[in-house]
């Protein structure tokens, strides 16, 4: 992971969002709260920003690994990580290869992260190579608008400036329809500031029998439909 600093170095953005999120609404800070609610064991948080969530994970949690990339979010993540309910390990590391091994985690939390990363697919992958089976993936990430001028904006400003001003964030991605998987399904609205969202949890199923090869298990999960609370507009 020694050249990830290289490839996510965001300093201005990750000032202001460090501003940002110091100030976070109560719905905002809600939504995290309900983001994590009920996960237990070991968690690890990919993208963890300034740590804006670590103060909300149930005790149940014994461990989180928070692995982010940008150099000065993570330090502002460090601190907040002395300052958690739980134990908080900060890393470097990017999506691409989670420094983590297979199956090592009871739950990964990908929140307001996968608009910022290369590839959704691969990120996606790798978060399940992570997870242990019966674990779960939490998700909260804004999406693409169902309306359609917002939409067409979004993929204006995607296609602009949006992305160098706000460390790579696309603001029209929408991880629910990414290559045919399916993360999640439309319900309800808690919105990111003015965008819609979507959060909810994916479980990693359990093998029927004994424990197959980890090619069938992955193609397995590839397949499986949404389990649990899924919400946007
Ligand atoms: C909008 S911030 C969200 C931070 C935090 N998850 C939160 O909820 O406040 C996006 C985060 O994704 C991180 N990020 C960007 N590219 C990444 C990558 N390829 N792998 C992992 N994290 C990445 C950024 O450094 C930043 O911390």
New binding site residues.
Partial sequence: MSN?IE??H?PL??RF?TLL?RNESAEAKAH?RELLAGLSGRVL?????????FVHYPESVCEVVA????AY??EQ?RTEAAKAPIRVTVVD????RLPAGDGSFDAA?????L????DQAK?LAELRRVVRSGGELRF?EHVLSRRSGIALSQRVVDRTFWPRA????HTARHPRRHRGRRLCHRRAAPRVGGSAAVRGARRHPRPRSGTPPLGTLRRRVSRIPLSGQSISP
């Fill in positions: 990830s490839k996510v965001h953005f990750a969002y999120s995290r948080e990919l993208g963890a920003g300034n740590g804006a969530n692995v982010e990339p940008e979010l993570r993540a590391g990017t999506d691409a939390v990908a929140c307001l992260v608009c910022s990363v290369p990120a909260y706000f460390g790579g964030c």
